[in-house]
T-cell receptor
Framework: DVKVTQSSRYLVKRTGEKVFLECVQD?????MFWYRQDPGLGLRLIYF???????EKGDIPEGYSVSREKKERFSLILESASTNQTSMYLC??????????????FGSGTQLSVL | DQQVKQNSPSLSVQEGRISILNCDYT??????FLWYKKYPAEGPTFLIS?????DKNEDGRFTVFLNKSAKHLSLHIVPSQPGDSAVYFC????????????FGTGTKLQVIP
């Protein structure tokens, strides 16, 4: 069964801290994504990666960076956490573009609170 | 700039009746559309999709309709069940390049027993 695992379910951090959110998938998918979900704003794409060591900015990359050293792992980094980064963070993966199945597989999410 | 819009934040429907969730998009390059369902404290799960070469796709109680000229799609759930109560996200992607899926703001559906 397809699985995307996010390392933490809940996280509380202080303003200015460096925060790492980890995501692992076991489906050998090429594409991985980080979204954040906020009330009234839906899911917004932060960064995505289509291959190891490759990354592309999404719609709201400011204040974030990512790392993909291995195919199965995609990390989201908040260099200096701010209160406006309090949100639900969702990791997803998918097979490569051009396949018949373009659906994303999501993890359960990490609720991050920045105080 | 919201390229995928769900103008109804919430919807209440009686059990057994039809639920209709609507979605509008602005980017004419979108050619693949998906609906996801999300329960609280869980990640979204794929529900149904439709390619722009079709105008209808059906899967059990769920049917998605696409009107390309109006840049509008809708999800019909018939009959609605209490377990369908969730937030529904419309999403769209464009062919070519690397896959990037754009989501709408979501509609919270409540099915009343």
């Amino acid at each position: 069964d397809v699985k995307v695992t996010q390392s933490s379910r809940y996280l509380v951090k202080r303003t200015g801290e460096k925060v790492f959110l980890e995501c692992v998938q076991d489906m050998d998918h090429e594409n991985m994504f980080w979204y954040r979900q906020d009330p009234g704003l839906g899911l917004r794409l932060i960064y995505f990666s289509y291959d190891v060591k490759m990354k592309e900015k999404g719609d709201i990359p400011e204040g974030y960076s990512v790392s993909r050293e291995k195919k199965e792992r995609f990390s989201l980094i908040l260099e200096s956490a701010s209160t406006n980064q309090t949100s639900m963070y969702l990791c997803a993966s998918s097979p490569p573009s051009g396949t018949a199945n373009e659906k994303l597989f999501f993890g359960s999410g990490t609720q991050l609170s920045v105080l | 700039d919201q390229q995928v819009k769900q103008n109804s934040p919430s919807l209440s429907v009686q059990e057994g009746r039809i639920s209709i969730l609507n979605c509008d998009y602005t980017n004419s390059m979108f050619d693949y559309f998906l609906w996801y369902k999300k329960y609280p404290a869980e990640g979204p799960t794929f529900l149904i999709s439709i390619s722009s070469i079709k105008d209808k796709n059906e899967d059990g109680r769920f049917t998605v309709f696409l009107n390309k000229s109006a840049k509008h799609l809708s999800l019909h759930i018939v009959p609605s069940q209490p377990g369908d109560s969730a937030v529904y996200f419309c999403a769209a992607s464009a062919a070519g390049g690397y896959q990037k899926v754009t989501f709408g703001t979501g509609t919270k559906l409540q099915v009343i027993p």
